[in-house]
C-alpha cells in the first residue's frame, strides 16, 4: 500500500494512453477520493459512508453505474464531461457540495476513479451527448411556446402547474430503491443539475435515471426542449431569484 | 520499471475489482440438432388466493376506480397457471431462433399489454401510448436503469433494442400497479403457459438441462430435465401458493 502512494503522489499523472498512464490518474483519483468523497459516499463507493445515514438524499452509490445528471439518453452511461460537471459544480439543496477549488487534474482523475467503480464502464461504450440546438435567445414568444410545451408534455403531473414541485403526484413518486422523492421546484435558479436553461434542458431530454423523471429525448425535438429550459429559467428570472 | 509496472497492474486490478470470468458459451444454430419435444404443465399447489382489487388514487376518472390484480390465473380444472415463463438452460446449439423480433409494449386502459413476454436477444420493443393520460415505462434490469421514457397522450412510438438476455422489469411512476415483464433469450428454448398451464418446446437436442420457470409472483424455481434423442419428455412442475 505504501508502494501505490508513492506512485501517486510521484508520478506523472496526465493518461498518455498507456495503459500506465490510466492507472496513474485511477491511483491519483483514489487518493483524490479518499480526502473528499469517503466519509458520505464511503470506501467501496456504495453510497454507506459514515456520515451517510444522516443525509437526505443519501448519497450517490457509484456501484450500479446509474446517474441522475447525464447529457446521454436514458439508461445510457454518462459522458467523463457529466461526470465531472457534477463534481465541479456539485447539486444544488443537497449535501453534495461543489469542487471547483480541487485542481481540475484532481477532479478528471476523480471522473476516472469513480468508473472504475462500476464494472458497467468496462462493458458499456458511454452514450453520445445529446446535442444542444443553435442558440435561441430568451423572448417573450420562446418563453409562451416553453409553457404550451409544459402543457402538452404534462409536466405539472408532477412539477405542478407553477412548476413548484407541488403537482398532484409529487407526494406519491419514489425513487428505485424504493425512498419517497419530491418532484423539483423549478422555480429556483440553483437546480441540482446546474443552472437552467441548460441544464433543464439535459435532464428533459435525458431524464434522470434512478427517479422518476423520464426522458423526453423521443417525444420532442431540441428545438422545443430548449424553449421548455428557456421557460422555467424566465420563472426564477421573473421572481428575482 | 518493469516491476513498477506490475504493481501498477496489480493495483489497478485490485481498485477496479476486475473479476475475469468466462463468458457463456454463445448459442449457436445447428439444425441437425434436437428432435425431441419437451412438454409439460405448471400447476398450483394450495389454493389459489382470491384476485386482489387494487384502488387507483391517480386519473381514476379514466383509469376506474379500483383495477384488479392479474398476475395470478389459474385454471380451476387442472390448477394450472398461465402465464409462467419457462425456459431449458444449458442448451449450447440447436434450432435457429424465432423470426418474431418485435415486441409492441401498449399502455391501454392503464395497463401495460403484454404484461408478461419472452423474445429472443436482438428483439425490437415498439412502446406507445393508447390512454389520454400521462404514462412513463419505467424499464429496471437488476439494479440499473434500462429505460425510463415519457409517453405523453399521443406522442409517438418509442423503440429500443432488446440486445443482451436478461429478466426486464416494467412499471409506470405515475400509476404503480401498472407492471409488466420481459424476458430476453439468447436461445430459442423458451415458452409461456398457455390458460391450462401447458408449454411445449420443440427440437430440444438430446441431453441434461435445467427447466427453469418464472412467475410474477410465484417465484423463480428450477429442476432438472433429461432429454432423450427421440420421441418426448415431460417436465411438470408444482409451484407453491403464495400464503
Known amino acids: ?34 480526502e473528499q468523497c469517503v466519509s458520505c459516499h464511503g470506501v467501496q463507493g456504495d453510497g454507506r459512508g459514515e456520515a451517510a445515514a444522516s443525509l437526505s438524499p443519501l448519497p450517490q452509490n457509484f456501484t450500479t453505474g446509474v446517474y441522475k445528471f447525464r447529457s446521454t439518453m436514458s439508461g445510457q452511461l454518462p459522458t467523463d464531461d457529466d461526470l465531472f460537471r457534477t463534481i465541479t459544480i456539485g447539486i444544488a439543496g443537497t449535501a453534495m457540495d461543489r469542487y471547483a477549488a480541487l485542481p481540475e487534474q484532481d477532479r478528471r482523475a476523480l471522473v476516472a476513479y469513480l468508473k472504475s467503480l462500476s464494472p458497467r464502464f468496462a462493458r458499456e461504450e458511454a452514450g453520445q451527448p445529446i446535442a444542444f440546438p443553435a442558440s435561441r435567445p430568451l423572448t417573450p414568444e420562446s418563453v409562451a411556446r416553453g409553457r404550451a410545451v409544459y402543457e402538452r408534455m404534462q409536466c405539472a403531473v408532477c412539477h405542478g402547474d407553477g412548476a413548484r414541485g407541488d403537482g398532484p ?32 434542458f439535459r435532464s428533459v431530454m435525458a431524464g434522470l435515471d434512478g427517479t422518476p423523471m423520464p426522458s423526453y429525448g423521443d417525444s420532442l425535438i431540441p428545438d422545443e426542449a430548449w424553449d421548455l429550459a428557456l421557460y422555467i429559467f424566465s420563472l426564477s428570472a421573473r421572481e428575482g431569484k | 520499471m518493469t516491476r513498477l509496472r506490475v504493481v501498477h497492474k496489480a493495483v489497478l486490478m485490485m481498485i477496479l475489482g476486475v473479476v475475469m470470468t468466462e463468458p457463456a458459451r454463445a448459442y449457436e444454430v445447428d439444425l441437425s440438432a434436437g428432435k425431441t419435444t419437451v412438454r409439460g404443465q405448471i400447476t398450483l399447489r394450495g389454493p389459489a388466493p382470491p384476485a386482489e382489487r387494487v384502488t387507483v388514487l391517480r386519473d381514476s376518472a379514466f383509469c376506474g376506480e379500483a383495477v384488479t390484480n392479474e398476475s395470478l390465473l389459474v385454471d380451476r380444472s387442472s390448477n394450472g397457471v398461465a402465464v409462467v415463463v419457462v425456459s431449458l438452460e444449458g442448451v449450447t446449439a440447436g434450432k435457429p431462433l424465432p423470426d418474431e423480433r418485435r415486441l409492441a409494449l401498449e399502455n391501454r386502459a392503464c395497463r401495460f399489454s403484454p404484461r408478461v413476454k419472452a423474445v429472443p436477444a436482438g428483439s425490437q420493443l415498439e412502446i406507445n401510448n393508447a390512454d389520454p393520460v400521462l404514462h412513463n415505462t419505467h424499464i429496471r434490469k437488476s439494479d440499473a436503469t434500462f429505460l425510463n421514457v415519457a409517453l405523453p397522450p399521443g406522442g409517438k412510438t418509442i423503440r429500443k433494442p432488446l440486445a443482451d438476455p436478461g429478466r426486464l422489469d416494467v412499471r409506470c411512476d405515475a400509476h404503480r400497479f401498472m407492471q409488466a415483464t420481459i424476458h430476453v433469450f439468447a436461445h430459442p428454448y423458451f415458452a409461456v403457459t398457455d390458460q391450462a398451464g401447458k408449454f411445449e418446446l420443440t427440437q430440444v437436442p438430446p441431453g441434461t438441462y435445467r427447466l427453469r420457470v418464472w412467475h410474477e409472483i410465484l417465484g423463480m424455481q428450477e429442476r432438472t430435465v433429461t432429454v432423450p434423442a427421440q420421441g418426448q419428455a415431460i417436465a411438470n412442475m408444482e409451484l407453491q401458493a403464495p400464503n
Open chain 1, 169 to 200: 403526484l409529487a407526494a406519491d413518486l419514489s425513487d428505485t430503491d424504493g425512498l419517497p422523492i419530491r418532484p423539483a421546484d423549478l422555480t429556483r435558479p440553483q437546480l441540482k443539475g446546474g443552472r437552467a436553461p441548460e441544464s433543464v
Open chain 1, 1 to 34: 500500500m505504501v508502494a501505490c502512494v508513492a506512485i501517486a503522489l510521484t508520478a506523472p499523472l496526465i493518461a498518455d494512453g498507456t495503459e500506465d498512464g490510466a492507472a496513474n490518474v485511477v491511483v491519483r483519483g483514489r487518493t483524490v477520493y479518499r
